[in-house]
């Protein structure tokens, strides 16, 4: 398994992008989901970043599937929009903590039994829908 990016990491530039900020202050659906953003502004190795009910929410992509996850570290409450996603890890700057974000699981430290929290999320006519728990 490759390891975690890490800050002193000598990995391509291709790894680290700018986050994307969207905000909706929308009511959910019938089904709970909230409207975000059309589902080609959601990239793999990019992280876009929307405020549902002040929940800051990271969406991503990988290997087709969509992502979503709280923006905030269950380490230490740091943003991820300071951190790194390769792949399906997203790494956190504070600590270096990383996660998978296809189940949540820690990847480093193994001895932590820290959890990503992960929101339901899926594509309506374009859109990409989030559910808040």
């Excluded at 549902?52 to 599937?65: A, C, F, Q, R, Y």
Aim: hydrophobic fraction near 35%; include cysteine; charged fraction near 25%.
């Amino acid at each position: 398994m490759d390891s975690c990016l890490r800050r002193n990491d000598t990995q391509p530039d291709q790894y680290y992008y700018d986050m994307h900020l969207f905000r909706s202050k929308a009511t959910p659906d019938a089904e709970g989901y909230f409207t975000t953003v059309p589902a080609d502004a959601v990239q793999a190795d990019q992280m876009t970043a929307v405020t549902l009910n002040g929940h800051k929410i990271i969406l991503t992509s990988w290997e087709g599937e969509l992502y979503a996850f709280s923006a905030e570290c269950p380490h230490a409450s740091t943003d991820f929009a300071k951190g790194w996603l390769s792949r399906y890890k997203v790494t956190c700057a504070d600590h270096e903590y990383c996660w998978d974000i296809r189940n949540g699981r820690i990847l480093w430290p193994e001895d932590e039994n820290y959890r990503l929290k992960k929101y339901p999320v899926k594509v309506e006519a374009g859109i990409v829908k989030v559910k808040l728990d």
